[in-house]
T-cell receptor, first 114, second 115 residues
Framework: DAGITQSPRHKVTETGTPVTLRCHQTENHRYMYWYRQDPGHGLRLIHYSYGVKDTDKGEVSDGYSVSRSKTEDFLLTLESATSSQTSVYFC?????????????FGDGTRLSIL | GENVEQHPSTLSVQEGDSAVIKCTYSDSASNYFPWYKQELGKGPQLIIDIRSNVGEKKDQRIAVTLNKTAKHFSLHITETQPEDSAVYFCAASRDYGGSQGNLIFGKGTKLSVKP
């Protein structure tokens, strides 16, 4: 395994509540990513980080924010959750940002917003 | 931007047969093509990747081929086994000259290997 822990693994919450998902890595990799996986869409990038306090938007960033105060932790926040954000969220890490370097994934967080 | 199409969406084979999954991409500048296997309840796991300066790569029963002219790449699994049953994703990315090139994924192929 790539040394990635996502928490919580499952969460059910209500529309309008804030939600924070955590990704913790033990590999000291510089790059970290958040994806969402939905039926019929595959994996889509939400945000990524290329270092402490350095983040950027991905393909589907609306409604999400991220923070990275330590190398090992990357947080994804839904400020006011909506039903359209029900999904499985995956964190990934990469040793460098070189696109030719592989990304390794955690086991995901299943989030249900009622 | 890049678009990756993956076919078929489902594939059923008998144990011992070969399985082939195909992907096409739109951005001719894409130069990195990984394949991931995802088992139920798990995250995607990298199984093989290929870079644009290589036409074929093999790792035991798994091989990937790349045709840059036609902009397509394929995953080949030989002598399939029940434990090969999973969802497989292809992806593509490009080098933006030092800045991050994000992976664009296909929508996945559910492979079922029947004993």
């Amino acid at each position: 395994d790539a040394g990635i822990t996502q928490s919580p693994r499952h969460k059910v919450t209500e529309t309008g509540t804030p939600v924070t998902l955590r990704c913790h890595q033990t590999e000291n990799h510089r790059y970290m990513y958040w994806y969402r996986q939905d039926p019929g869409h595959g994996l889509r990038l939400i945000h990524y980080s290329y270092g402490v306090k350095d983040t950027d938007k991905g393909e589907v960033s609306d409604g999400y924010s991220v923070s990275r105060s330590k190398t090992e932790d990357f947080l994804l926040t839904l400020e006011s959750a909506t039903s359209s954000q029900t999904s499985v969220y995956f964190c990934a890490i990469s040793r460098t940002g070189d696109p030719n370097q592989p990304q390794h994934f955690g086991d995901g967080t299943r989030l249900s917003i009622l | 931007g890049e678009n990756v199409e993956q076919h078929p969406s489902t594939l059923s084979v008998q144990e011992g047969d070969s399985a082939v999954i195909k992907c096409t991409y739109s951005d001719s500048a894409s130069n990195y093509f990984p394949w991931y296997k995802q088992e139920l309840g798990k995250g995607p796991q990298l199984i093989i990747d290929i870079r644009s300066n290589v036409g074929e790569k093999k790792d035991q029963r798994i091989a990937v081929t790349l045709n840059k002219t036609a902009k397509h790449f394929s995953l080949h699994i030989t002598e399939t086994q029940p434990e090969d049953s999973a969802v497989y994703f292809c992806a593509a990315s490009r080098d933006y000259g030092g800045s991050q090139g994000n992976l664009i994924f296909g929508k996945g192929t559910k492979l079922s290997v029947k004993p």
